[in-house]
């Protein structure tokens, strides 16, 4: 068995995320350092410096499941498994339902982690293009496991109103498996919380996380949603991997959606200055040619004009003005780019004037 292919973006993320001026190759908030963490969650160090460094529960914390199953209607704490990541959590899931053969649809462009590793297990992966009015039914076709990512990695575009019905619909018809992937559930930016896919039906998994909405990405807390009996052998395969989760993450990880509502609105509040900023100044960004701005999560992915390489563009942007973005090849889409939005402001507002003032000088790309 062959491994899977490398993973396209990391060799960009380990490049540049720490030594560009103005990071939006990102797909989380700018990290925070503990200090500030645990000022925001008006956490002493006290409780910190007696946290035991026990094995964790290998489901996770029943108080983290607690507070978790209250994110989702008609989900138990029985229901939630804890994960080292999304990542394990989706390996998890992806180990149990494919195996050779196995069909599976998926929103392309994508996550790679989302049909890279159902492929390195066997299965036969279908992408369908996500725009802006997607054809859901496709999705249910001929396939026996559905990936649906919402707010959507790279694209940021996530399932409007009209969208659920036919969803749906369709999941009460639909014999296989449908995961939702809702890594960037917490920033919805026109209310609280976004809308699960969790439990619509007996055959819905979510996955869900706290790094890259709230800042922490090192922390590596992530979990599952679903069927508890299904969950129990997940979690006995996880006894083989990582086993537990790090003690001092759990108990952080806690904190931090227990604070939930005091953390969020600051959060949200940055994303939409950056996208007031990134909106002023489209218009100067002559390479651009279409932009679609998300409601939710803090991705999205313009267009550039016809012909340009999206990797040269990229490396111009950064080499001439330290601004670190991604290019569409890294997500099997050439002609793209895609811009995180967690950035701090002043240094997003930065990046921006610099990537104005290039586009328009005489350096600019050609
Ligand atoms: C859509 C999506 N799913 C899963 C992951 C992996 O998450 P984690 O870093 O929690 O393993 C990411 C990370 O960026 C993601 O964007």
Redesign the pocket.
Known sequence: MDLPREFFIEDRLEKYRNTSLCNLGE?GIRNFVLKDLLISLDCSIEELLNIDLKDSPNMGRWDLREEISGLYSGISPENILITT????A?FLLFSYCIKPGTKFTYLSPG?Q??YEIPEYLGGQGRGVEFQTSPEWRELFRDSNFVIL?HPH?PTGLSIQEEDWIVLKSEILKFPGVVLF?E?YRFLDLESEIGVSGARLNHNCYA?G?I??SFGV?GL?I?WIVGDVDVLNHLRSFKDYLTHTVNPISEFLALHILRNRSKLLPGIKNRIRANLKTFSDSAPHLNSLKKIQLPTSGLLFFPELNEGISSERYADELYKNCSVFVLPGSNFEKEGFIRIGLGEEESRFRLGIQRWVEWENSSNRFK
């Open positions: 797909s990541g999304t990542s394990e989706l996550f982690g989302l990512n990695n992937d890594h996955t996380s790094t890259k990405t590596r992530g």
